[in-house]
């Protein structure tokens, strides 16, 4: 019978869950170490931000210097503490966050949920905000690219205030550090990750123990809680004020980790990680390091070092490094995360993807990736050397990302929840209206380094886009050529189209049953055989991150139960990474017209070689760069498991 679902066993390619609690200490236990899991992960370039955030605001070669007076360090610290609150606080834990798709979060996850609506009524406004999305998500590349050499370089830059003679030594040990972190990426970070936990307890428990030393100092710093003293430094000081704000934002650099890591830890352990220990042990930092400021105006040169007593320093140079590495991993695993989601959802090709847990389906590791982006982090920490100078380009990436996130999120909000439009537009105007005022800071920042985020997102939406429109090209010539698949099994079962039948079991991956594949068209065509059994395969990816094992496959016998071919559809989320052979082993095989010789089957693949054609279909430079961005799609047999020994390659040629 056609469309026979089949469900999928434990050992068939299932996502592995962690065995469920039982009892009230076992599930305290699991929320503990959830909680221990998110700080050591989520937190990591959040929670490092209180080392550059205020030296870089009242930096004095900045373009546009902050003075350094009493009225001003008030100012500061309170638009730092109401900007988290506002940004993180609000938009993103208490927000953002119940905007999922099947538990998955990040900018991507609202590209999906948008996704899902272009055939309704909302179809030409979801299309627009999806494309904004994606330069979203292009930016997020930038974030990555940017985050492991400031951070390091801020951390190491500890040693000059240790010993100003190691100057110095400051970027070749960089340099080493961050080869040596992308060396071991390939390891996975399910075992580290265990460690990063309490690195990063150790480390919030450092910086707000320093951060109450200062306010011990200056009691009075505490009045920067208030909101008048940012409304009034804003207002009053808007000049000064507004520059600020492009340093400013450096404190929410990490927001959208908080988002985009929900789907390993769950809200509820991130939002309780961030309001236990991590919002208030940053809150505690800079409010110290503001007194540190007003006690010497001269501490201005690295006033989060110099918050920490003298036989303390050393330590807390380590720990910091410590700190920057998990703050560097974490948008690292982001990055591979976000191109895994982008390939799954067409906008880039199909990369190798190696996943380096047995229990835990997100922490994969992506090799093209990461060699991209330890040759972009060396060349930025080689190119600026300090970070400070790095501080310019990074908020106009961090400002990008924030405030396309808040504009999907409040879409998603009115299209799924269907929130009253009176809330939302006053929602959005204050959140968009403070998001906002930081892009327009960091874009007066654009010669000094805010043109290369820009340019990094712009490149990678332009990757993107080229290759989903190159794709839906290649897609509708494929399908012309490879024609019906109803018509050509009727074709071999009447016997209009020859071809000997050879004993065996033939796998044709395929990419629906509507055509017949290229691969077996030509066997039957050319060589004038068929398998005693076909099986014509087809993956598909839905927009949730994980299928369940009840809807994993279905078998179509193609309208005939007795000739031996079958059409076998297996769906997996974009989370996941299709396992043919594994797959195929849990089909029944009554619903595939006798058992599968799985052992000695061979696999079919149809590969395209690509072309640039005369055809007005995109602009030349796009076609050569779509052609360019097919050479790093992964090798199919190793992306889809099957064994090189038995998997057979037949090529075609195609236009663009």
Not at 49 to 64: E, K, W
Not at 65 to 90: C, D, E, H, R
Not at 129 to 158: C, H, K, Q, R, Y
Request: aromatic share 8%.
């Amino acid at each position: 019978m056609a469309g026979r679902r089949q469900g999928m066993a434990e050992d068939g390619g299932s996502v592995s869950r962690p065995p469920e609690a039982h009892g009230p200490g076992a599930r305290d236990t699991v929320r503990l170490a959830l909680v221990i899991g998110a700080l050591g992960v989520v937190f990591g370039d959040i929670g490092t931000s209180p080392i550059y955030t205020l030296q870089t605001v009242f930096n004095p070669s900045d373009p546009h210097p902050v003075p350094v007076s009493t009225q001003n360090v008030y100012g500061v610290v309170s638009l730092v503490f109401w900007s988290v609150m506002i940004i993180v606080t609000v938009t993103y834990v208490l927000l953002a966050m119940r905007a999922d798709n099947d538990g998955e979060g990040g900018i991507m996850a609202l590209i999906t949920l948008l996704r899902g609506w272009n055939s309704q009524r909302r179809r030409k406004a979801a299309v627009v905000l999806a494309a904004l999305g994606i330069f979203g998500a292009s930016l997020f590349f930038g974030d990555s690219m940017i985050t492991p050499a400031i951070s390091v370089l801020s951390a190491v830059e500890g040693l000059k205030v240790v010993e100003p003679s190691l100057d110095s030594a400051v970027v070749p040990i960089t340099a080493v550090i961050i080869v040596i972190l992308f060396l071991v990426q390939r390891r996975g970070t399910a075992a580290v990750g265990r460690v990063f936990g309490p690195v990063m307890i150790a480390w919030f428990t450092a910086i707000g123990a320093c951060g109450v030393a200062g306010i011990a100092d200056h009691p009075d710093i505490l009045k920067a809680l208030s909101p008048a003293y940012a409304l009034d430094f804003l207002v009053g000081h808007f000049g000064t004020a507004f520059f600020a704000l492009a340093a400013i934002v450096l404190a929410v650099t990490g927001a959208e980790a908080l988002y985009a890591d929900m789907g390993h830890f769950g809200r509820r352990a991130i939002t309780r990680a961030w309001l236990i220990l991590v919002f208030p042990a940053c809150v505690l930092s800079y409010l110290g390091q503001g007194a540190l400021i007003l006690d010497d105006p001269d501490n201005i040169s690295s006033p989060f070092f110099l918050l920490v007593p003298d036989w303390g320093r050393w330590p807390m140079v380590l720990l910091a490094t410590a700190a920057t590495v998990i703050a560097s991993q974490a948008v690292i695993t982001g990055a591979y995360s976000v191109a895994s989601q982008a390939a799954q959802l067409g906008y880039l090709p199909r990369l190798r993807i190696a996943h380096t847990s047995e229990s835990t389906i997100g922490q994969i590791y992506v090799p093209w990736i990461n060699w991209l982006l330890m040759v972009s982090v060396l060349t930025l920490v080689f190119a600026f050397r300090s970070s400070t100078a790095l501080a310019f380009a990074f908020g106009m990436a961090v400002t990008g990302t924030i405030t396309i996130t808040t504009l999907l999120f409040f879409y998603v909000a009115r299209a799924k929840w269907g929130t009253p439009v009176w809330l939302l537009t006053t929602g959005a105007a204050v959140l968009l209206l403070v998001d906002l005022l930081f892009v327009a800071a960091n874009l007066t920042k654009l010669v000094h380094g805010a043109w290369l985020p820009l340019l990094i997102g712009l490149t990678a939406f332009t990757v993107m886009t080229t290759w989903q429109r190159g794709r839906a090209l290649v897609t509708t010539e494929r399908a012309q050529r490879e024609g019906p698949l109803p018509e050509f099994v009727d074709q071999l079962r009447s016997g209009r189209t020859r071809a000997l039948r050879a004993p065996g079991t033939a796998v044709f991956l395929n990419r629906g049953k509507q055509t017949a594949p290229l691969a077996m068209r030509a066997n039957v065509e050319h060589n004038h055989v068929r398998h005693d059994q076909v099986v014509i395969l087809s993956i598909e990816t839905e927009p949730v991150p994980h299928v369940p094992a009840d809807r994993r496959i279905v078998v179509d016998d193609l309208g005939y139960a007795d000739d031996g071919i079958i059409h076998v559809t297996a769906r997996y989320g974009y989370m996941e990474t299709p396992d043919v052979p594994g797959t195929l082993a849990t089909l029944d095989p009554a619903a595939t017209e006798g058992p599968l010789r799985l052992d000695q089957a061979t696999y079919y693949l149809s590969k395209i070689e690509l072309r640039r054609g005369k055809e007005p279909t995109m602009a030349p430079w796009r076609k050569r760069l779509f052609i360019a961005t097919s050479y790093i799609t992964a090798d199919a047999a190793e992306y889809f498991g099957l064994p090189r020994d038995r998997t057979v390659i037949m090529g075609a040629q195609i236009e663009v």
